[in-house]
């Protein structure tokens, strides 16, 4: 399964319940990359979209340990046994993990692929994305070129989980 998140330099993801920056362009790729699959968030980043509405044209999975949460337009999943079950039933690269924090450090575990946009800026965030440069499992295989936002710069990148060499 896919990972998509934006991060700052020190891998920040996010403050106060909110994304660090609004940059449209990242905004854009997001879309393009998620649309039309199925994207599994944390209960408390479904309430940071607009009016806490899940994001359109996507089949959203929301991860709770609220057996009575319900939303409209949301799959609603109590647990990642009760998570896993579900995503047995859709393709591999069918599925993003789109944070927050909590979501990705469980999942990443399963995942291989993982779409980063890397902001050159530092911001003080409260939540986090593990440090993938430091990470062994994973390596870099492509990235953008660099683009910039009212001052900002920004470029994409590509992570996939190494081949083990005995496979
Ligand atoms: N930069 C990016 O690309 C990006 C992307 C997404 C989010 N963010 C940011 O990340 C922050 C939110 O991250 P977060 O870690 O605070 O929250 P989160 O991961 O979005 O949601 C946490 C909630 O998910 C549920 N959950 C997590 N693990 C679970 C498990 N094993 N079983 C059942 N339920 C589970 C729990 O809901 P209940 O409390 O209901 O049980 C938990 O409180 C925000 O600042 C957001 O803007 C950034």
Redesign the pocket.
């Known amino acids: 399964m896919n990972a ?4 700052d330099k020190n891998w920040g ?8 920056v609004h940059i449209p362009g990242d905004m854009k790729f997001f879309r393009e990359k998620t649309t039309g699959k199925n994207i599994i ?5 479904l309430e ?1 979209f607009p009016d806490g509405r899940p994001l359109p044209d996507r089949h959203n999975i929301v ?4 057996d009575r ?1 319900a939303i409209d337009g949301c799959t609603v999943c ?3 046994e009760a998570l896993m079950r579900l995503l047995g039933k859709f393709a591999d690269d069918s599925i993003f993990v ?6 990705y450090r ?1 999942l990443l575990p399963y995942v291989d692929t993982i779409w980063i946009t890397k902001i050159d800026k530092e911001f003080e965030a409260d ?1 986090h994305f593990p440090n993938l440069d430091k990470d062994e499992d994973f390596e870099a295989v492509w990235e953008s070129e660099p683009m910039e936002h009212k001052g900002t710069g920004y470029r994409f990148l590509k992570y996939e989980r190494k081949q083990n060499e005995d496979e």
């Not at 991860?63 to 609220?66: E, R, Y």
């Open positions: 998509i998140v934006a991060v993801i996010g403050r106060d319940g909110e994304l660090l968030i944390g209960r408390k980043t940071s991860l709770t340990s609220n949460y109590c647990g990642v789109c944070g927050g924090e909590s979501v469980l939540k």
